[in-house]
């Protein structure tokens, strides 16, 4: 059974750091990446990184300010946040699958969701 396990999030001040975590259990994946969702919108790509190469993309609302990274021995995946601003807050949501892609879709399991929230 595939699992995606996040955790790391919490209430922040602007201008502050969290690290987010999401362990996966289940299967191996060739993409791993970071979506949130804020209260009354969709869901929106935050970062990804492909396994074999760790070739990363990143939206451009957070590029210079974080970054996602991997630990093969423990099927991770990570994203460092950096200079937090108010409109980061969100629930962030971490997802897997095949193609290094930033749709929704594109990404076959998902995780519970930790929710980031960024004071002003």
């Known amino acids: 059974q595939v699992q995606l396990v996040e955790s790391g999030g919490g209430l922040v001040q602007a201008g502050d750091s969290l690290r987010l975590s999401c362990a996966a259990s289940?299967?191996?994946?060739?993409?791993m990446g970071w979506f949130r969702q804020a209260p009354g919108k969709e869901r929106e790509f935050v970062a990804a990184?492909?396994?074999?190469?760790?070739?990363?993309y990143y939206a451009d609302s957070v590029k210079g300010r974080f970054t996602i990274s991997r630990d093969d021995a423990k099927n991770a995946v990570y994203l460092q946040m950096n200079s937090l601003k108010p409109e980061d807050t969100a629930v962030y949501y971490c997802?897997?699958?095949?193609?290094?892609?930033?749709?929704?879709?594109?990404?076959?399991?998902w995780g519970q969701g930790t929710q980031v929230t960024v004071s002003s």
């Open positions: 997802g897997a699958g095949f193609m290094l892609v930033q749709y929704v879709g594109g990404y076959e399991y």
């Open positions: 289940g299967r191996t994946f060739n993409t």
């Open positions: 990184i492909r396994w074999y190469d760790s070739i990363t």
